[in-house]
């Protein structure tokens, strides 16, 4: 009876030790996200799925609204890493501060936003915004400056590009657009979506599509922070790569229920809505790789250049704002 009492507690003590880990076990972590959108796709895909808790993961994600707030958030060690355009990272590395972000992962190779209409348009061309106003995002944001320069490399006026309205917040531009004052703007989902579906705006054409690879949104850390905590960032790319493999083969129906969690307002027919457009626009969205392409950065600081926020001889090497060894890694185990 003794033996037999004791087989059975060491067969419990076995059960409990090969328990998955608990929320007790993960280590805390926080991330600031510029916006909230379904442009960041892989990112929600890794949370819903449970890739960044098998990673020993709790990560909070703090929506900062703006890239210059993100900065401000890293700068300050309010968060531990980010996710913003390469140039908030390029800003601070060009800058005054003695701690300098390290880019260590991709997710969006290109950008989201798509040109609309007011009225419905036929035969589009980009000369056709020539005079008018135009609904942009914040100066030197990488919205703005792609949209920019798009319109540079289609020939609309300098005027025109001078004149496009840059001082709406993101959380008031849906509103501001219903208002009526603008009869071109950039939008990007669930809006976009949300107001096409109510008949407000007629999409025109894929900023993406026009500039092509071009990495557009990266997930940075400072120095000092990415030398003491090599794990979480390798485990955060991991988690990103393997959400990066899943969505090569689910649905367009699997990977809209992902992301719905943290769409909380939008119905199941909006979010797939929302995953159709990127999935089916002429130039691919999201990154299929968290390694950030040398290329896909050399026309990001291009666009910088040409957008006037950075001196050619301000432009950084790949090496000195990248550090590819976690992409690699996670890319050799994952894909």
Do not use: C
């Not at 996200?33 to 994600?61: K, W």
């Not at 107001?195 to 940075?220: C, K, M, P, Q």
């Amino acid at each position: 009876m003794q033996y037999r009492l004791s087989a059975l507690l060491m067969a419990a003590a076995a059960t409990v030790f090969s328990l998955p880990a608990t929320a007790q076990d993960l280590k805390p972590v926080k991330m600031a996200e510029v916006v909230r959108s379904q442009f960041y796709v892989p990112m929600y895909v890794a949370l819903t799925n449970g890739y960044v808790e098998d990673e020993g993961l709790d990560v909070e994600l703090v929506t900062a609204n703006g890239g210059d707030r993100v900065g401000a958030l890293l700068l300050s060690g309010q968060v531990d890493f980010a996710l913003s355009g390469p140039e908030v990272a390029i800003y601070i590395r060009n800058g005054e501060s003695p701690d300098k972000p390290t880019i260590f992962s991709a997710l969006t190779a290109t950008d989201g936003f798509f040109l609309a209409s007011r009225e419905p348009v036929e035969d589009f061309d980009w000369t056709m915004l020539d005079g008018e106003k135009v609904l942009g995002w914040r100066p030197g944001s990488t919205p703005e400056l792609y949209l920019e320069y798009v319109m540079k490399q289609h020939g609309v006026s300098e005027e025109t590009v001078a004149g496009v309205t840059t001082n709406v917040g993101p959380a008031a531009r849906d509103g501001a657009w219903l208002s009526g004052q603008w009869p071109f703007g950039i939008f990007t989902e669930p809006s976009l979506s949300k107001l096409e579906a109510a008949g407000e705006l007629h999409v025109l054409a894929s900023i993406g599509a026009e500039v092509g690879r071009a990495d557009y949104t990266v997930f940075f850390a400072m120095e000092d922070w990415l030398a003491e905590n090599k794990d979480v960032a390798q485990g955060w790319t991991n988690a990103i790569s393997r959400a990066q493999a899943w969505m090569e083969t689910a649905s367009k129906e699997e990977i809209a229920a992902a992301v719905a969690p943290f769409f909380p307002g939008l119905t199941a027919e909006n979010n797939l809505s929302v995953v159709s457009r990127f999935i089916d626009n002429a130039e691919p969205i999201w990154s299929k790789s968290s390694v950030v392409s040398p290329e896909g950065l050399a026309k990001a600081q291009e666009i910088m250049v040409v957008g006037g926020v950075l001196a050619e001889k301000d432009k950084l090497p790949y090496d000195t704002v990248v550090d590819a060894s976690f992409a690699d890694a996670a890319e050799a185990e994952f894909k």
